[in-house]
Antibody, heavy 124, light 111 residues
Framework: QVQLQESGPGLVKPSDTLSLTCTVSGASISGSYYYWGWIRQPPGKGLEWIGSIYYSGSTYYNPSLKSRVTISVDPSKNQFSLKLSSVTAADTAVYHC????????????????WGRGTLVTVSS | QSALTQPASVSGSPGQSITISCTGTSSDIGAYNYVSWYQQHPGKAPKVLIYDVTNRPSGISNRFSGSKSGDAASLTISGLQAEDEADYYCSSFSGSSTPVLFGGGTKVTVL
């Protein structure tokens, strides 16, 4: 059974960088035909895809966040990470890490497994 | 405003069937068979119900079914049960600048 667990600070100051790590168990982060991604959900609102990364480092980002987002992968630890810079209150959300099924450089299909999510609040 | 359009709410009585629509464009739903649907109960992570338009993952009830016609997709829940009361989201791969799109979500109420 694949499990994903988010970790990182629950409170970030405005203008700082939000950093989260996702630890994967039950699957190799270096596997084929899937990516690893991040999705967020502001309180009471819908889902927003942030971006996804293949184990080789190839990334897809949401253009609305691309200038502030970096997703990286660490196969040696079976982890991947999210960094979101220059945060504001609008970045307050539950952040989920996901296993994202897709064909390398051709398609992003569906989110097969989800972490439980971690609430990150941006406030001074 | 979400890229894919869903009704804000749908309701039905136990045992009935309901359908949730998800409208996109010729660049996303109309162009690819990569539509997926997710169920989210309050305080929980979303769970995939349907992928690649019509496929159900192992363990998902056959009361849930998906379809697509043109630029729109649909999720049908048959034999509605109290446990189906949740939020539902559609998603699609897109050939536009944003490769992954979500709908705004539909709240399903079981009367």
């Amino acid at each position: 059974q694949v499990q994903l667990q988010e970790s990182g600070p629950g409170l970030v100051k405005p203008s700082d960088t939000l950093s989260l790590t996702c630890t994967v168990s039950g699957a190799s982060i270096s596997g084929s035909y899937y990516y690893w991604g991040w999705i967020r959900q502001p309180p009471g609102k819908g889902l927003e895809w942030i971006g996804s990364i293949y184990y080789s480092g190839s990334t897809y980002y949401n253009p609305s966040l691309k200038s502030r987002v970096t997703i990286s992968v660490d196969p040696s630890k079976n982890q991947f990470s999210l960094k979101l810079s220059s945060v504001t209150a609008a970045d307050t959300a539950v952040y989920h890490c996901v296993k994202h099924v897709g064909d390398y450089d051709r398609s992003l299909e569906y989110f097969q497994y989800w972490g439980r999510g971690t609430l990150v609040t941006v406030s001074s | 405003q979400s890229a894919l359009t869903q009704p804000a709410s749908v309701s039905g009585s136990p045992g009935q069937s309901i359908t949730i629509s998800c409208t996109g464009t010729s660049s996303d739903i109309g162009a690819y068979n990569y539509v997926s649907w997710y169920q989210q109960h309050p305080g929980k992570a979303p769970k995939v119900l349907i992928y690649d338009v019509t496929n159900r993952p192992s363990g998902i009830s056959n009361r849930f079914s998906g379809s697509k016609s043109g630029d729109a997709a649909s999720l049908t829940i048959s034999g509605l049960q109290a446990e189906d009361e949740a939020d539902y989201y559609c998603s699609s791969f897109s050939g536009s600048s944003t490769p992954v799109l979500f709908g705004g979500g539909t709240k399903v109420t079981v009367l």
